[in-house]
């Protein structure tokens, strides 16, 4: 199985920010790689897809980059809603994975 | 307008087992797969196994290999979800997610997830 590592877990940044998550695939994932985000008691949202085809609806200060087994999750400018749980996802083989979630607090 | 709707709560004994229903609407069933997806209380997110409906294929995560089956119904587009020989562990939220066949898959729709609590 594909190992998803992301990091940092815990992020604290303020409103304005600019802040990139970090995922790391523990083998070649190609571009299979989504981002998610989750507000607590709530569904996963998707974010992402194909590592950085935003998801219709989702503002564009969100953004994605990498391939093969680095990627990134960018947030150009932080929002007070924001501030919740972030997970990648590689889809490139079953079972799927996700990375551990990377929460973004207000500092 | 895609909707998938989960069964309710369910409190479960250690040993016994858990069905879960994910009923599909607004959508062609038999395009898409479906996943699960669990989520331990205060944890991270983790996939146990998915169907594709059209094929009747299943794929279930090692962790679950011989404790999980996941099934289809096409005529009511409704995929279950059992887990059996439950244990405390299994306590989570468990939520059922719609997946695109073949390309870039994402989980684009989700249910509104089921909470399961093992207690003796």
């Known amino acids: 199985d594909i190992q998803m590592t992301q990091s940092p877990s815990f992020l604290s940044a303020s409103v304005g920010d600019r802040v990139t998550i970090t995922c790391r695939a523990n083998?070649?994932?190609?571009?299979?790689l989504n981002w998610y985000q989750q507000i607590p008691g709530k569904a996963p949202k998707l974010l992402i897809y194909?590592?950085?085809t935003l998801q219709g609806g989702v503002p564009s200060r969100f953004s994605g980059s990498g391939s093969g087994t680095d990627f990134t999750l960018t947030i150009s400018s932080l929002q007070r809603e924001d501030f919740v749980t972030y997970y990648c996802?590689?889809?490139?083989?079953?079972?799927?994975?996700f990375g551990q979630g990377t929460k973004v607090e207000i500092k | 307008q895609v909707q998938l709707v989960q069964s309710g709560t369910e409190v479960k004994k250690p040993g016994s087992s858990v069905r879960v229903s994910c009923k599909a609407s607004?959508?062609?069933?038999?395009?898409?797969?479906i996943g699960w997806v669990r989520q331990a209380p205060g944890q991270g997110l983790e996939c146990m196994g998915g169907?594709?409906?059209?094929?009747?294929?299943?794929q279930y995560a090692q962790e679950f290999q011989g404790r999980l089956t996941i099934t289809a119904d096409e005529p009511t587009s409704t995929v279950y979800m059992e887990l059996r020989g439950l244990r405390s562990e299994d306590t989570a939220v468990y939520y059922c997610?719609?997946?695109?066949?073949?390309?870039?898959?994402?989980?684009?729709?989700w249910g509104q997830g089921t909470l399961v609590t093992v207690s003796s």
């Open positions: 997610a719609r997946e695109k066949i073949g390309g870039y898959s994402n989980y684009d729709y």
């Open positions: 607004g959508g062609t069933f038999k395009s898409y797969a």
């Open positions: 169907i594709i409906p059209l094929f009747g294929t299943t």
């Open positions: 083998q070649s994932i190609n571009s299979y």
């Open positions: 194909a590592a950085s």
């Open positions: 996802q590689q889809s490139y083989t079953s079972p799927r994975s």
